[in-house]
């Protein structure tokens, strides 16, 4: 069975950092770009951050940018999104997805583009 599943998720202060973790099971990343995405309560479902399978090309959304990190660990078969600086505005939940796309030096920010996904993790940034 092909799975996605995050972790690292919590409650943290403005300010604050957190690195969460998407591991995949059933399959290899390898192959695969990986999307981080984020959804807040009445808000559409945001592209954060995603890399490519072959050379780590990667992309971040403006309102990210500095801040974040992706990575991935092929041995590991998980991708990591390292998240410094959060901001109230930051907490959503936050899910990881995989897309086989052929263009191994290209990633996407459109979550319809993605065809496996994690069941999410809640970040939430509060004093």
């Known amino acids: 069975q092909l799975q996605l599943v995050e972790s690292g998720g919590g409650l943290v202060q403005p300010g604050g950092s957190l690195r969460l973790s998407c591991a995949a099971s059933g399959f290899t990343l390898d192959y695969y770009a990986i999307g981080w995405f984020r959804q807040a309560p009445g808000k559409e479902r945001e592209g954060v951050s995603c890399i490519s399978s072959s050379d780590g090309s990667t992309y971040y959304a403006d309102s990210v940018k500095g801040r974040f990190t992706i990575s991935r660990d092929n041995a590991k078969n998980t991708v990591y999104l390292q998240m410094n600086s959060l901001k109230p505005e930051d907490t959503a939940v936050y899910y990881c997805?995989?897309?086989?796309?052929?263009?191994?030096?290209?990633?996407?920010?459109?979550?319809?583009?993605?065809?496996?996904w994690g069941q999410g993790t809640q970040v939430t940034v509060s004093s």
């Open positions: 997805a995989a897309w086989a796309t052929p263009a191994s030096y290209y990633c996407s920010a459109l979550h319809y583009e993605y065809d496996y």
